[in-house]
């Protein structure tokens, strides 16, 4: 009488099968986790700079006395900015704090009329 070998997986194989799978899982977590917390704080400094940008416009066209600071609610993040007149320049520069609690400082300039 013949036997008739079994064509589907042993058990060894099925378990190196599953430790590579959950390995790869195991891996792939964490990077999207920081790759999702740094997509926030990436949209938190866009965001500023492009506050930034709008309340310098208005130390530009107005004549608002300087030096001045302003605070702002950027997306749950409270941000500061700090304008002074650097010669014919206005100065606009906020502090943003970045990855594991530095501070990361952006700075624009104008032409005062």
Known sequence: MLRCKSKGFSLVEVLIASSIFLSI??????I???VKQEQNMLK???EAVLMLHDELQDFLWKDTSLPATIERDVKNTQVIFHFE????YVKGCTDIEAR???????C???ISR
Request: charged content about 30%.
């Open 44 to 46: 938190i400094k866009r």
């Open 100 to 106: 594991k609690g530095k501070q990361e400082t952006i």
């Open 108 to 110: 624009l300039y104008g």
């Open 32 to 34: 999207a986790a920081i």
């Open 85 to 88: 007149k650097e010669g014919k």
């Open 25 to 30: 899982i195991i891996t792939l977590i964490p």
